[in-house]
Structures are given as structure tokens and as C-alpha cells.
């Protein structure tokens, strides 16, 4: 593929330390809700929280046409999918595949319904593994220390351009 002609095609998210801080089916207990005060609170009364700046960034890449999927190895499937509603993100996502295993199934899956190739992706997550992984098929992958930024997101975007 010439470089005028490759394209991010899909933006796929990890959720656990990616998106949120915390394992969505350890640290915190569903069923989530919002509470009459706004703030969204697990069972036992607790506040659940995003990273800071992951609203702001899903709806910057989400303003610039980008379509996301979501490849998280959470057991709380129900859980996962009450929080990206709950955070108001579930408009952005096209695809979920929340459940435990090695990502390969999860992308394999986002590949068949989306049409998009590994090539043509770029891949957030908080775990070598799963970087490792994804990088093998031709992911681009990025890891995630300390929870999503925008700047993050706009640096791998640019050495995805780069590296393509």
C-alpha cells in the first residue's frame, strides 16, 4: 500500500486500565448505575470512574470519523457494556468482544464483521501480552501506561501514518 492511499480504517480499545482504572469484574461490582446525585456507582455504592481525559478523546477521534471497537478479555461482558452506556460512550463503539482469552479471537471476529485488516487498525491496550500479540498479525499496537490520553492517541495516530 502506497503512502497515499493507507487509511486507520478502526480504532480498537482495550477497557480494563485503558479506559477505565480498574479490572471491571475485580475491583469494582456490578450492577452499575447512575445515582441520584449523577455519579455512576457500582453495587456497594462506590464511585466509578473513567480516566480523565478519555471523554474528551473518544469524542475528538469520534468527531474526526473515526469508527472504534472495543477487544477486552473481561469476564463482566453485561457489566462492560452497562459502563460504556452509563459514560455515554456506547454510541461510539461498532463493535464489542468482551470476554476472557487471548485477543486473537477478539480481532478475528472485529476483522470479520468490520471488513477492516489488521493493516489498516491501530490497537490501544495496557498489557505487553496483548500488544505482543497484535503487533504479530499486523496490528499496529500501542501500550497504555497510566491510562488513555489525547496526545498518546494523536502520537500513535502520526506513527501509524509514518510507519505505514
Not at 27 to 36: A, D, M, T, Y
Not at 101 to 124: C, L, P, Q, T, W
Not at 127 to 143: A, L
Request: proline letters at 4%; glycine letters at 6%; a neutral charge.
Amino acid at each position: 500500500m502506497s503512502a497515499s492511499t493507507k487509511q486507520l480504517k478502526l480504532i480498537v480499545f482495550d477497557l480494563d486500565y485503558t479506559l477505565w482504572p480498574y479490572w471491571a469484574d475485580t475491583h469494582i461490582k456490578g450492577p452499575f448505575e447512575r445515582s441520584s446525585n449523577g455519579h455512576i456507582v457500582d453495587s456497594l455504592g462506590s464511585k466509578v470512574q473513567c480516566y480523565p481525559e478519555v471523554p474528551e478523546t473518544l469524542k475528538y477521534l469520534h468527531e474526526k470519523g473515526y469508527p472504534f471497537a472495543v477487544a477486552s478479555r473481561c469476564t463482566d461482558n453485561k457489566g462492560c457494556r452497562t459502563l460504556l452506556n452509563l459514560f455515554g460512550w456506547d454510541q461510539y463503539f461498532k463493535y464489542l468482544e468482551i470476554y476472557p482469552g487471548r485477543k486473537f479471537k477478539h480481532f478475528n471476529r472485529i476483522k470479520e464483521a468490520s471488513g477492516v485488516d489488521y493493516s489498516e487498525m491501530i490497537f490501544f491496550d495496557d498489557e505487553h501480552r496483548n500488544i505482543d500479540d497484535m503487533t504479530s498479525i499486523g496490528v499496529h499496537s500501542v501500550f497504555v501506561p497510566e491510562g488513555l490520553t489525547k496526545k498518546l492517541v494523536q502520537d500513535s495516530i502520526d506513527k501509524f501514518y509514518q510507519n505505514k
